[in-house]
Structures are given as C-alpha cells and as structure tokens.
C-alpha cells in the first residue's frame, strides 16, 4: 500500500515533469491552422512533417546547429583545460595572493552573467571579437571559469598530497604530475565539469543575442527565440526546431547517466 | 606554455639525489610552477571578467556617451541616486524577490521530497532521477517559449486544465507565478540531485542507532538525517536564491518585462536600459546594486548556515 | 611524450577555434577582396513570408548581373530585434553599410550620428526625389538633410473574417466606431468571438483611432503634445477601445499580455471578428492560414474620417560604411522600378509613383490600401519617438487595466512627453 503510494507519487511527478516536454513535441507535429486550439491535443488530429520540413528548410538552420557545436567544443576544451590548471595550482601550492586570487574566483561565482554584460560588451568591442564566434567561446570560457576551477580544486584537494610528492621524488616535475597524474584521477570530475560547460554553452543566450548579427554565426537558442515573432509566431515551428535542440542533449544526457551517475562538485557538500 | 613548463621541470637530476632535490625544491620555485599554471586562466578571466567589473564602476559614474570616440560626462552618483528613485527599478527588485521567494523554498521542498523518495529502495531509480533532471539540462530559451505556449490565456493547456481564464502573462503576479512555475519545474531535478548525494552520505550506522532507540521515520529523518543534510542544504539555498536572482531569459521570452514594465525583474531592467535606450550608466548602476545584493544576501546565508567554515 | 597530450588538447582548442570563424568563409564585413567590394545591408524583410526568399533569389542576384563587380551580403534580422541591434551596434562599431530601417527610427539613427545623409551620397538625388511618394521622402529629412530614401511605404486596414461577421447576421465589415460597437454587442450576446483585436498601444496601434476620432498626438509643428495627445477627442478614440475590452471585445493582447492568440491566428481561426494590419500579412497568410480567405475594408471612421498610420521603411546608409559609392549604385537599384515590383509582388508596397497604375494589377489587395494611404498620416518624426510611445504605451496599458482613466493616461503621458521634447 505504502510502496504504491510512493510510486503513484513518483509517477505524477513525473507526468508534470514531461509534460511540457510531450507538448513540445506534439505541437511540432501540428499544422498552424490548429496549434493553440481547445480542447489541447496529446496527438494532433492531422499530424504533419511540414514543420521539421520547414525548419530543415531554412538556409541557416544547418548552421546554427554547427555553431552551437563547434562554439561548444571549443569552450569545453578551453575551459577544462584552464580550469584544471587553476585548481591544481589552487590545491596543490601555495603562494603569495592565493587568497586573493581565490577570492576573486569565488567572488565570481556569486555574480550573474547578465550583469558584466554591458562593460563587457566594451571589452570585446575593443577587443574585435563583436559579432564573431571567438568572442563566444573566450567569454563563456572567462565566465565559466571560477565555476570549473572551484569544482575542480575540491576534487584535486583530495588527491592525498603524498601521491604528487611519489612523483616528484622520482623527478617528475609539476606539469608531469598534473598530467599523468592529477588528469587521469579527475576523470570522473573533469566528465562532470564537461557536462556543465557543454550545457552552459549549448543554452547560453544574452551574450549570444547581444553581441552575433550575422545570421551564420547564431546559435540554436538565438535561432529559435528568434523564430518567434510578434506577429505571427509559427509556434509548429518553433518546437520543430527547438526538438531538434534539445532532443540531442536529452540523448547525451541520458546514456552519460547510464554511465556513471551525474557528479556534483565534490567539495559543496563538505562542511 | 610548453617552455615555462620546461623550466619548472628539474632537468638532469640524478637518481641519487632525487629526493634532496625535491625537498630542497625553493619555495620560489613552486612559486614560479603555481603562477604558470594559474597564468593562462588567470590571464583570461582578469581580462574578461574583473577588468569589465572595473569598467563597469567607472561606467556608473558617468552620463556615458555610447558612440565609440565620444566624451562622456562625469556624474558621480546621479546614477545610483536616480536607480533609488526609480520606481521600475524598485519593482524589479521586488519581483525579482519575490521570485526568489516563490521558487527557493518550492524547489528545495519539492527536492528533498523527490530525493528521499528515490533514497528508498526504488525500482529503476536511475531512471527516475535522469527523468526528474530532464528539465535541468533542456535549455532555457526552449522551456521558456514551452511555457509561454502552456500559459496562453485562451487556449493553453494550463487554463484548460485549472478551468479557468486568467491572462497570466498579462498581469504583474499571475506572470510572476507563471515565471515561478517554471522556474521550480526546471529546478526541482537539481535540488533533488544534491539532497540525494547529500542522503546517500548519511552514515548508515546514525540511522541504525536511532532505530534501535525507538525513533520512528518521521523522527529519524528530522533528527538524524535533517541535521545531516546542513550542508547541501546551504549549498543549495546560496545557489538558489543566487539563480533566482539571475532570471532573465524566461523574463525576457515570456513577458520581455511587460506590459507595462509590470514584471521588470532587475536584470531583465537592466538589460533594457542597457540595450533598448542605450544608458550603459545607468545600466552599470543598476549592475553594480545587483551584484553588490547578491553579494550581501550570500554573505549572510553563508553566515547563518555557518557553511564553508571547514573549507579553505 | 610529456606534453603529447597539452599539444593534442591546444590543437584541438586551436581547430575548434579556425573552425569557428573559419567556416564562416565571408568575414569581412565591407572590404574589396580581388576588385570586389562587399556591402553589408541589414533588413528585417520576414522569413515567415516569401519576402527574403524574393531578396536573395530575384533582387539580388539581378543586381549582381548588372554589378558583378559589387557582392550584397543581405543580413535578415526579425522585426523585433532590429531597432536593438541598431543600437547596439551603433555602440560598437559593428554597423553594416546599408540599412533598411523602419522610418520613425530614421530620426534617432540620424541624431545618434551614424548616418551620412543620402543627398550628398547619390549620384542623382533630385531625380529620386522627383520619382518616388513625397510622403515617404519626408520621413528621411533631419536637420533640413535627407538621411535616406523611402524604400517601400505601407499602412493599416481593416481585415476580417466574413464567417465570423456572418455567425451573427453582419454582412458588412464595420465602417464606423459605431457599426463596430453594434458588432461587439452582437458578438458579446453570441459569447464566441472578439470584435477586435490589436497587439499593443504604440502609436501604431492607437493612432489610427485617434486621428479617425479626430485627435492627434503632438501639436502641428511638433513641439507638443498638451492639448492634442489629450484632448476630448483622441480620448474618444482610446475609450472606444478601452471600453470594447472592459466589454471583453478585446483580447488581453492589447494591453502588451504576451499571452493570448496572436492577431492573426486568431482572425483566421476566427475567434477575433477584425484586425488592423498591413499588406506583407497577405502572403503569411496564404502560407500559415491556406483555407481562410482574408477580406479587407477601410478602418473604420470616427468623426474624424477613416485615418489610418502610414508605416514603411527607408533605405539608410552608414558613416562607417567603406564602399559608400557602391553602396550607392545599390540604393538607386533598390529603387529601380525592376527592383520595386519585384518586391511589389510579395506585399511590400513600392514608392515610387510611376508604378501607381500598376499596383493592382500586381497583387489585387493594393487596391484598399493605396486608398487608404490617401488619407493617412505618419508618426510624428522625432529622435525620442521611441521614448515617447513607450511612455504613450505605458500610460494607456493602465487604462486598458482600469488603474487610471483615459483622460488622465493621456494628461500623464502628455505631460511626459512635452518634457522630452523640451529636452530635445
């Protein structure tokens, strides 16, 4: 009795969990002469491709998905790459303004992206990097970065120190411990902090909006919010399109869960 | 990069004196070793991101003259003291709170709940935990025009569903409610994610012993595991209330802050000003409030949670 | 061997990185590559029609033939996010060569100083001048100079949908303020359907009702809106909507609520009876709504006459632009008469006035909005006007909301816009 409770539970939880899902997905199936319509429908009563066609359709929509690929890879890689160096250094050494240096991360951490938007606009101004896909990358790379060194420092603050010293006694200098060492066993962290970044940069918007014109260099979320108009919002074809965003990362997602459970930034839950 | 790694690499060292070596290693030299690999990140993020926080301050001072070239006008305060008494600003403020309090305790609530529901033994508990995430990994801009469709007044499925006809995006609380409503469900999957981390390090044997002293579930669970869970607990609510402090994109997808400036929330007031009237000073003000708050209310949940005290 | 992998992990962040510009393959915004120059020119002509797809695959291409020396690179943005993007991009230097800009934005741009003026960019201004509508001419000048020229010219009728005027005995489209108030009585009784619907309360949307009440919004030279904005009768004109929506005769869209049935879907799916809207709508139509035949009449008149707002856009260019001469060989293309019945046959209304006759022999719904434009008027050209009608909007969405009165919305909003333009 309690057991079926507890599953009924899960299961309505569940349902509004993917609900909006299921409506997303039904109405990309729906014809324009029949979306926003009462009673709403779970399966459209003339089910149509001509949404996806529509989207696969346009010039750019092929685009926009490499884009959003290539824009997040290159984050990824980068910010990983930074990110663990930092933590190393953050966990394993010390030296004159590491409080300082730390605080600034963890300051960072508290701030909203959309705040810096504005001076940072400026920056890439200067910087030439307005309307270009670089500018993407480097600052969701700088905004990311306090985020993935703190997840990562945590997890190498708890490679016991005497396993860096083994090295170094057989002469292995820092970088090599780092890399043969520090790299390999954050495996699990450094998939989690993967995972983080990948999403931030696949969803991230406002520098996106702000800063790309060219439409050959918008990414999937600007792409989409921008299919919805004022005045008439094809709104089969925003979900068409916006299945086609989401449905690879729900994927993803799903089988890195098969692999190893979602990780958490190690260090949060002590203390 | 390649090079200074070199010279942080003890080159030519022999096997005998290895271990002095290493010992003897100068503090200066790891010194050296911790800057070249702070240097590459460092690099990016001071230039990117505390330069412009820098810029930002001095921004707010000015009457700032957006053209590349121009001359800007110095104004000292003007544009704090104007952010005070704008009434917008305040409302923004208010919703943004508000939101903050819709969506903080629900999430945590309804977190925990899922949470300890699938700590019990729950068959294919994977299954429903990447389930429950789902929503955390969709995008936002996605769910938020997904939610937009689901709150149309004449033919969504949420009005359809409660019986009723409420224009909620057309209306100051409605559309905060709305906005909440999304926000929990998006976040739900994420809280339930650290309280069932958080869970699964409850010594088993604390459990066992109330147990064996006569403490019922209701019991245990507020006096064993509860007190356990004071950490992710803090972790959770920081992160939270920080998040519900950053909505944007839903503000901005769903109500774009209207009608009439009615669901303002601070960033998405900021941004307007920032990027639909082109006030970079009066937008860097309004920044440096925001930040300066979220500063100040985290500071304060940290201390209240006494979190972060064996940390560092 | 020790730094295979950091050599590995900088190339891979090196290809991502060539990737991500290098696949775009057209970089520059305006430099002359091998003897050709590249212009850059931004237009928020829609997707949802076949107005971009007639750009790039007729205009264009034939432009080319005739300059193969000159490369139009034809960025879309959406309607929406245009006016932004000006902005943001006047600040950061990232503006294209040529500009298709709505023509009350054409003040401000031209304020801002990121325009050159037109007539000393054309090789023949006088002779454009003399060719094309001098009502949309006008909404180019600044400061005495013209910053651009009209590139296509527009305005709001009545459209609506026959069925649902039929469901309750009405065989005419409402040609007065009365016969749509008679509409909404007899709609409301049925309980299925809304007389009108509109999608906010700028001076787009609100305008036509005042003037046609008899209003206006600023004072004849432009220096004031006390005495005009909220004067008996442009609050006439406002209540007549304000009270159809306490009447539940207007959706909620109206007061700016993101979350009803859009105008068009709702005419077509006939839950809203009428709507004001422009010619470009025909082709969405007949794409999004196939079965629904769109019908048409004049906005309906108050004591003022059957007003309407003339709307369109100006074709602007750049102070930073770098190849302004070829720049200039494509706007005096654009208004070409080649060019402007190709854009003619997808709802874009041409300026120039040779093609007058023509029109409806092109498409045979020009024929209600060339009269309609006899007697329509355009928004007041200001720098501020985007300011203003925030404030117009802002004041009267309370109104719709029943937190203030019309007349005092539009004392309130007179009053603040009087003080912008003493500011200047």
């Not at chain 1, 708890?158 to 411990?177: F, K, Q, Y």
């Not at chain 2, 709940?113 to 389930?131: C, F, I, S």
């Not at chain 3, 080319?64 to 929406?80: S, T």
């Not at chain 3, 509508?133 to 009545?158: I, S």
Request: proline share 5%; hydrophobic share 50%.
């Amino acid at each position: 009795m309690k057991r079926a409770l507890l599953y009924l539970g899960l299961a309505l939880g569940a349902l509004v969990t993917i609900g909006p899902f299921l409506v997303m997905l039904s109405t990309s199936f729906t014809g324009q002469s029949y979306v926003l319509q009462l009673p709403p429908r779970l399966f459209p009563e003339h089910p149509t491709w001509s949404n996806y066609s529509d989207v696969f359709g346009l010039d750019n929509f092929a685009r926009y998905f490499l884009n959003s690929v290539l824009v997040a890879a290159g984050h990824v890689v980068l910010v990983l790459l930074l990110g663990s160096m930092m933590g190393y250094a953050f966990a394993h050494f010390d030296f004159p303004g590491k409080r300082l240096f730390f605080g600034l991360i963890l300051g960072a951490l508290m701030v909203p992206g959309v705040v810096l938007i504005v001076p940072q606009f400026l920056v890439a101004r200067d910087l030439h990097m307005l309307d270009s896909r670089i500018g993407l990358v480097l600052f969701y790379v700088a905004t990311q970065l306090a985020f993935i060194t703190f997840l990562l420092r945590g997890f190498f603050a708890s490679v016991p120190r005497e396993l860096a010293e083994a090295m170094e006694v057989d002469g292995a200098g820092a970088w090599r411990v780092y890399r043969s060492l520090m790299l390999p066993l954050a495996r699990p962290a450094l998939g989690t902090a993967a995972i983080f970044s990948f999403l931030f940069s696949w969803d991230e918007f406002a520098w996106a909006l702000t800063i790309i014109n060219d439409p050959g260099k918008r990414t999937l979320p600007i792409a989409i919010a921008l299919f919805q108009g004022q005045h008439s919002t094809a709104w089969g074809v925003v979900f068409a399109a916006s299945t086609v965003a989401v449905v690879p990362v729900l994927v993803i997602f799903v089988i890195f869960q098969r692999l190893r459970g979602a990780g958490l930034p190690a260090g949060a839950l002590k203390g | 990069m390649t090079a200074t790694m070199h010279d942080v690499r003890p080159v030519g060292t022999r096997p005998t004196g290895r271990a002095r070596a290493a010992r003897r290693r100068s503090a200066k030299q790891k010194t050296l070793t911790a800057y070249a690999f702070l240097l590459p990140g460092l690099a990016l993020f001071v230039a990117l991101m505390v330069w412009p926080m820098v810029q930002a301050l001095r921004m707010s001072l000015y009457h700032w003259n957006i053209l590349p070239g121009a001359v800007s006008e110095f104004i000292a305060g003007d544009n704090y003291s104007r952010a005070l008494h704008d009434p917008v600003f305040w409302r923004g403020f208010v919703n943004s709170a508000a939101y903050a309090l819709m969506t903080v305790p629900t999430q945590m609530a309804l977190g925990l709940l899922v949470a300890v529901a699938l700590n019990r033994k729950v068959a294919g508990r994977t299954g429903w935990r990447t389930l429950y995430y789902l929503p955390v990994v969709t995008s936002w801009v996605v769910v938020s025009l997904v939610f937009k469709y689901l709150f149309n007044t004449d033919a969504g499925a949420v009005n359809w569903l409660l019986g009723v006809h409420i224009d909620w995006l057309g209306n100051r609380w409605p559309a905060l409610v709305a906005l909440s409503a999304l926000g929990v469900w998006k976040g739900v999957g994420w809280s339930m994610l650290v309280f069932l981390a958080a869970l699964q390090q409850v010594p088993r044997s604390l459990l066992e012993a109330a147990e064996v002293d006569g403490a019922g579930p209701a019991r245990r669970f507020w006096h064993v595991t509860l007190p356990q869970l004071r950490a992710a607990m803090a972790f959770v609510t920081v992160m939270l209330v920080i998040g519900g402090f950053n909505v944007f994109i839903s503000v901005f997808l769903m109500t774009g802050g209207g009608p009439a400036h009615q669901t303002e929330t601070l960033l998405s007031y900021l941004y307007n000003q920032a990027f639909t009237f082109l006030d970079f000073g009066y937008g860097s003000a309004i920044a440096y409030l925001v930040t300066m708050l979220i500063f100040g209310l985290s500071l304060v949940q940290m201390k209240l949670f006494r979190y972060g005290e064996e940390d560092q | 061997m020790r730094s295979h992998r950091l050599r590995a992990a900088v190339a891979a962040t090196a290809a991502a990185c060539l990737l991500a510009t290098g696949c775009s393959g057209d970089s520059g915004s305006s430099g002359a590559t091998g003897g050709t120059k590249t212009i850059e020119f931004w237009h928020a002509y829609n997707e949802a029609g076949p107005e971009t797809k007639t750009l790039n695959e007729v205009v264009i291409p034939a432009f080319q033939k005739a300059h193969p020396d000159i490369k139009v690179k034809a960025v879309a943005l959406p309607y929406d996010d245009l006016h932004q993007k000006l902005l943001t991009s006047a600040a950061g230097g990232t503006l294209p060569c040529l500009v298709r800009s709505d023509i009350i934005w054409v003040p401000e741009l031209a304020k801002l100083g990121v325009l050159v003026p037109m007539d000393s960019q054309l090789a023949d201004f006088e002779a454009i001048k003399n060719k094309v509508y001098p009502g949309p001419l006008e909404t180019n000048k600044y400061n005495g100079k013209y910053y651009g020229v009209p590139l296509d010219t527009n305005t709001r009728v009545l459209m609506y949908n026959a069925k649902t005027l039929a469901s309750v005995g009405v065989t005419a489209p409402p040609a007065t303020f009365d016969d749509l108030r008679a509409l909404a009585g007899k709609l409301k009784a049925a309980g299925k359907s809304m007389a009108f619907a509109d999608n906010g309360t700028s001076g787009w949307n609100l305008l036509p009702w005042i003037w046609s009440a008899g209003g206006d919004m600023l004072s004849p030279d432009g220096t004031k809106a006390s005495g005009y904005l909220n004067s008996a009768a442009s609050v006439a004109g406002v209540q007549l909507l304000v009270d159809l929506y306490r009447d539940k005769q207007v959706p909620a869209i109206i007061t700016g609520s993101q979350g009803g049935v859009e105008t068009s879907q709702g005419l077509a799916q006939g839950t809203y009876a009428t709507i004001l809207d422009g010619p470009w709508m025909f082709p969405i139509f007949e794409k999004q709504f196939p079965d629904f035949k769109l019908q048409t009449a004049k906005v309906p008149a108050g004591p003022g006459g059957s007003i309407s707002v003339v709307g369109g856009e100006d074709l602007v260019m750049t102070a930073s632009c770098k190849q302004k001469q070829a720049a200039a060989t494509f706007v005096e293309y654009m208004l070409s008469e080649e060019a402007q019945l190709a854009m003619a046959k997808v709802g874009q209304m041409p300026v120039l006035s040779t093609l007058g006759s023509q029109l409806t022999s092109v498409q045979s719904y020009y024929g209600i909005f060339a009269e309609q434009l006899r007697t329509a008027r355009p928004r007041p050209p200001h720098p501020q006007y985007t300011k203003m009608e925030d404030i117009l909007s802002t004041e009267v969405q309370k109104a719709f909301k029943g937190q203030q009165s019309v007349q005092a919305a539009l004392d309130s909003a007179a009053r603040q816009i009087d003080a912008i333009i003493a500011a200047g």
